[in-house]
C-alpha cells in the first residue's frame, strides 16, 4: 500500500508552517486534521478533513 504524505508548506500560511506527516491515508488525515486544529486553529469539521484528504500526495520512495 503506498503511503500518503500531508505538507503544510503546501499551504500558505502566515506561521511557515514546515511540518510534514506520512502513513495511511486515514492516519493522516487524522493527524493532519489535529494539527490543523491544534496549530493554525481551524474547526476539526468533515469539509477541513475532505480539504485534506484532497491534498494528499503519494509518497515518493527512492528506487
Same mark, same amino acid.
Given at each position: 500500500? %503506498?503511503?500518503?504524505?500531508?505538507?503544510c508548506? @503546501? %499551504?500558505?500560511?502566515?506561521?511557515?508552517? %514546515?511540518?510534514?506527516?506520512?502513513?495511511e491515508?486515514?492516519?493522516?488525515?487524522?493527524?493532519?486534521?489535529?494539527?490543523?486544529?491544534?496549530?493554525?486553529?481551524?474547526?476539526? %469539521?468533515?469539509?477541513? @478533513?475532505?480539504?485534506?484528504?484532497?491534498?494528499?500526495?503519494?509518497?515518493?520512495?527512492?528506487?
Amino acid at each position: 500500500m %503506498t503511503r500518503k504524505v500531508a505538507d503544510c508548506r @503546501r %499551504t500558505p500560511s502566515v506561521m511557515g508552517c %514546515t511540518l510534514t506527516i506520512v502513513g495511511e491515508e486515514e492516519e493522516v488525515v487524522r493527524a493532519a486534521a489535529a494539527h490543523a486544529v491544534s496549530v493554525h486553529g481551524h474547526e476539526d %469539521t468533515p469539509e477541513l @478533513r475532505a480539504m485534506v484528504r484532497a491534498d494528499l500526495e503519494d509518497e515518493k520512495v527512492p528506487a
